[in-house]
């Protein structure tokens, strides 16, 4: 598994786009720091989808009290809370 920040989050943004796509949504434009429910490009579903999708991809299960926005809420939060949970420096 990568865990360079930059492939991390390339991979969170290309899993946001293809289930916005999927949803008739262009996601291309999204921003590390967009609040991704806020946004309007995924569906309840589709949040759910991605979620489970980070779990899956990073072997990563999440606990109840992970599941927020803080921890999940956009590309860069999702990248923090990966290298933190797996032990690197957010930002490294």
Known sequence: MNLDRNAIKAAI????????????????????????PATGLLDSTAILELVVWFE??????????????DNLGSINAMTDFLLARKGRAPGS
Do not use: F
């Open 13 to 36: 943004r290309a899993k946001v786009i293809e289930l916005a796509r999927a949803l008739k949504m262009d996601a291309s434009g999204i921003g590390d720091e967009d609040v991704i």
């Open 56 to 69: 899956q991809a990073y072997d990563l299960p999440l606990r109840q009290d992970e599941i927020n926005i």
